[in-house]
């Protein structure tokens, strides 16, 4: 297949049939998501493929399997159709910061407790603002900004993410939960070395708290296939309360009242207690980083 000569390039209608197959796997229904038939998203693709000279995708039964130069075009093209709705976005609203569509994502250490004492007076402060709220863990927040599927993430640091710019919301220090009746259930900091591994109950794998809990104290998470693991902080404060370990909690979701139960004692993990920072974060380049900075202050907590 020999590339089109000159200045043929792709067109933005090609690289989101591209996309959209790669998303669905199929071109019926890559048509449906586009809103065209399917004879014109094949022939859109096969128009792509002139034009690179390659092909982008293998047509076998049942199935649509990217070809190396397809995976690398939707690659480079979710980031080129990102740019566009950034361009369009702020071409709609500009002069009207935070106004129109906003699709925010938040982790859900964070979004229980920070989103209902500030979602009121944000909407009052910025009427025209549509916020479109998607709550998930961070690698997947960090690849949604990524590929234009969100224009900004409520996450916690230290995470590594090459390509995110952010602002500052909050310090959110790192508490240690324990049963009533525990040895660890005192006041005060805890006794460098009382905190053992086996005692711990944590968060599923993939939260960035149980990542960053265990960093700040300098020991490994429990291993074995008999280790209890909660999926939200709820479950993991009643896991506590009924005697099955020790776990930590973020000092916003204790002041939002979830250890509020006569079984857990929350206390400092040491004197100047670890801490993970609360922030807005945004793709670099973004055209939206000015608005994501504005919600970042709107945000903020005293």
Same mark, same amino acid.
């Given at each position: *297949?020999? &590339? =089109? %000569? #000159?200045?043929?390039?792709?067109?933005?209608?090609?690289?989101? =049939?591209?996309?959209? $197959?790669?998303e669905h796997g199929s071109f019926s229904r890559a048509a449906e998501a586009a809103h065209v038939s399917q004879p014109a998203l094949s022939s859109g693709v096969q128009e792509l493929e002139r034009i690179l000279g390659a092909p982008v995708v293998e047509r076998t039964r049942g199935a649509v399997l990217l070809t190396a130069v397809g995976a690398e075009a939707v690659k480079r093209a979710e980031d080129v159709l990102a740019r566009t709705e950034d361009l369009v976005e702020?071409? @709609?609203?500009?002069?009207?910061?935070?106004?129109? @569509?906003? @699709?925010? #994502?938040?982790? &859900?250490?964070?979004?229980? =407790?920070?989103?209902?004492?500030?979602l009121g007076s944000l909407r009052v402060q910025h009427p025209a603002l549509r916020l479109y709220i998607r709550e998930d863990l961070t690698p997947k927040l960090i690849a949604g900004l990524k590929a234009g599927q969100l224009d900004a993430a409520v996450i916690a640091l230290p995470y590594d993410a090459p390509g995110i710019d952010h602002a500052h919301i909050a310090d959110d220090e790192i508490m240690? %939960?324990? &049963?009533? #009746? !525990?040895? $660890?259930?005192?006041?005060? &900091?805890?006794?460098?070395?009382?905190?053992?591994?086996?005692?711990?109950?944590?968060?599923?794998?993939? !939260?960035c708290l149980r990542d960053q809990a265990l960093a700040a104290i300098n020991i490994e998470a429990p291993r074995g296939d008999d280790v209890f693991a909660a999926t939200t902080l709820p479950t993991l404060v009643q896991m506590?309360?009924?005697?099955?370990? %020790?776990?930590?909690?973020?000092? *916003?979701?204790?002041?939002?009242?979830l250890a509020d139960n006569p079984g857990v004692v929350v206390r400092p993990i040491s004197e100047n207690g670890p801490r993970r920072e609360i922030v807005v974060a945004w793709r670099a380049g973004s055209s939206r980083a000015a608005e994501a900075r504005l919600l970042a202050e709107a945000l903020k907590l005293n």
């Open positions: *297949m020999k &590339p =089109y %000569v #000159g200045s043929m390039l792709p067109s933005l209608r090609q690289l989101q =049939y591209l996309k959209l $197959l790669a702020a071409a @709609r609203n500009a002069g009207k910061p935070l106004s129109g @569509r906003f @699709r925010l #994502g938040v982790i &859900p250490t964070v979004a229980p =407790y920070l989103l209902p004492q500030k240690a %939960v324990a &049963p009533k #009746g !525990h040895p $660890l259930a005192g006041t005060g &900091p805890i006794p460098h070395g009382m905190l053992k591994s086996e005692d711990l109950i944590l968060l599923e794998d993939g !939260h506590v309360s009924s005697g099955l370990g %020790v776990s930590f909690l973020p000092q *916003m979701a204790v002041d939002a009242g």
